[in-house]
Structure formats: C-alpha cells, structure tokens
C-alpha cells in the first residue's frame, strides 16, 4: 500500500522544479479541483487549481531562480481535530532571489524561504493547505528588515538534532508524541501574572527538556533552554497580549517522533503593550500559528514556529512589505 505522505512529498518537490509547461497536469493529477490554499498574508486565500498556480506557485519561482524545497520536516497522520488526512512540513524554499515577490524587492543573492505547511489529502491529492511563509525573515535576508532587532538568534531553521524529521519510520510513537504536546499546550495556556509562568513545564516532571530548543520565525529569533524562550520571545508577548487565548485549532496530528498543531488563526488577544516597535492599539487582533515538535524520551526536545506577522502587523496598522521598500 502506498504511503500518502510519500505521494504528497514526491509532488510538492516536483512541483517546484518541474518545467512550466507540466504545472497544469502535475497540478491536475494532485489537486482536486475545488482544492482551496490559504496563505500567509497578503497572498490569504487561493480557490482552485489555476489559483494555487498563477497565485503562489509561478510568483515563487520567478522570484527565486532555480526553487527547489529543502524541507527539514515531513510527517503525516490523521488529524485528531476533526476527521481527515494530513501530512504537515518545515521546508525551505531555495535559489536565487532575482526578482521582487509580492514587493519584497530581490537581493541577487541565494536566499532560503522558510515555509511551515499543511495539507489535507482525500484520495491521495490534496484538497485544501495552510502555509505561513516567513515573508519578513526574507526581508532580512534581502538586507530591508522592517522590525527592530530581534532578542533571539537571527538563524536559518536547522533540520531536527536526530536527522530523520523527513517522513519518520517509527510511525505508532506519534500519539505518544502528540499526547506530550497537547498535554504541554494545556498547562501553557495558564500563566502566574507576575511571574509569567506555567506549571509543569520545566524540571524533573515538565514537558520540556533541559537542553530544549526553540526556533522562532523571523521578527523573534531562535533561543536555547526554556530562560531562553522566556527571555527572547514569551515575556515580551505576553506584556504585549497579556489576555491571549490560543488553542483555536484546525489540525493535530502526530508521526514517530514528531508532532504538529496549527490554528487559522489560532490566537486571539488585545495589543495592551508595546511590541516589536508598535506601540499599543488596544486592538483586538488574530495570529495564525504553525507549531512543529521532535520529541524524545518523554520530552520535548525541539520546536520549529511559524506566524504570520505579515497579516499580525497589517491588523496593528502596519505595513512591513511598505515599510522595507522604504529602507535604503
């Protein structure tokens, strides 16, 4: 029996790299025809087959020369949110940046587009996705970045530690893997307001491992060890979002080692604090969310972020795609 995650894995790579001339039938074969693609911002939604190419596929790869994905991460199972089959990847996408995409002005020079995904199958073509392309990280690359010096480590997302995130072999110890990290996502919700932190997770009996480490997209940086995240992304967001509720969920699914949750969007909150340059709005706003994760040994050792800051600061009255074409 054929493995879907397989299939979709051999098409997205094809579909990258392929000669114009064959996206229509590779698009035909693995697309159903009211297939439906939901992007980061400000692409947002594509209907349909010529929509995902002429919206997404053929922009990408006239403005990166010679694409191709690198995908570090991926997995497949069945969703525990609501029935269907998903499989979810970190990837990169590689080559030349020779001409703007959606504005973001080229650099001539190789950049890697990192990309957080999700796609739902239904007879082994794919029938709707969800991608949160890190724009703002690309903008960096490029030399025009339109935010403030991150607190975390400016970084390219590395593959898993362990080397094998790429359709994983131990395939049943995904629910024991997707049972930590709700389990984790549970406690994190609740927070002491003064302290900003969350039972359970650090320690002999927490979630995370000592040595854990947190890759975030562009705008908060990678960090190392739970102070780490603590320092560099999670008190500056919650002084800023301090009633956030998150959870809002469109997909859990778990595979070997690893785990992957994503809402549409998966947070809602006020913007009571300054963040990232922009002073409080007192706006109530939405953020989608990618969380990917490697576990071992009951912990969680490894968790790649993807959030659409794009659309986060488009809600706060702020154009960064406006912003970076301004910057010399």
């Not at 790299?17 to 159903?32: D, Q, R, V």
């Not at 102070?227 to 560099?232: I, L, M, R």
């Not at 071992?296 to 050792?301: V, Y």
């Amino acid at each position: 029996m054929s493995d879907p995650r397989s299939m979709a894995y051999g098409f997205l790579n094809r579909m990258i790299a392929a000669p114009e001339s064959a996206l229509s039938g590779l698009a035909e074969a693995h697309l159903t025809a009211d297939s439906v693609w939901d992007l980061a911002f400000p692409i947002n939604r594509l209907a349909g087959r010529e929509a995902v190419l002429e919206g997404f596929l053929l922009p990408l790869r006239n403005a990166l020369a010679g694409a191709r994905r690198r995908d570090e991460i991926f997995i497949g199972g069945e969703n525990r949110c609501q029935p269907g089959s998903w499989v979810a990847a970190v990837t990169h996408y590689v080559g030349n940046f020779r001409e703007p995409l959606l504005g973001i002005a080229p650099s001539d020079r190789l950049a890697f587009l990192r990309s957080g995904e999700f796609y739902r199958l239904e007879e082994g073509r794919i029938a709707e996705a969800k991608l949160i392309l890190d724009f703002p990280d690309l903008m960096r690359q490029a030399g025009r970045f339109p935010l403030p010096r991150m607190l975390g480590t400016e970084m390219l997302f590395p593959g898993p530690a362990s080397h094998d995130g790429v359709l994983p072999a131990n395939r049943p110890q995904g629910a024991a893997s997707l049972d930590l990290v709700e389990a984790m996502l549970g406690d994190l919700h609740h927070y002491d307001p003064e302290t900003f932190q969350s039972k359970d997770q650090t320690g002999a009996e927490g979630y995370w491992h000592d040595d854990m480490l947190w890759y975030g997209p562009g705008g908060i940086g990678a960090n190392y060890t739970w102070a780490g995240f603590a320092k560099d992304h999670r008190l500056a967001f919650l002084k800023a979002f301090p009633d956030r509720k998150g959870g809002n969920h469109f997909c859990h699914i778990g595979d070997g080692d690893y785990a992957a949750v994503s809402g549409w969007p998966s947070m809602t909150m006020t913007h009571r604090g300054d963040y990232l340059g922009v002073p409080a709005t007192n706006k109530a706003l939405t953020l989608r969310v990618m969380d990917f994760y490697r576990c071992a040994g009951g912990k969680i050792m490894e968790n790649w972020v993807l959030l659409d800051y794009l659309d986060l600061f488009d809600q706060m009255g702020v154009d960064l795609i406006a912003r970076a074409g301004e910057m010399p």
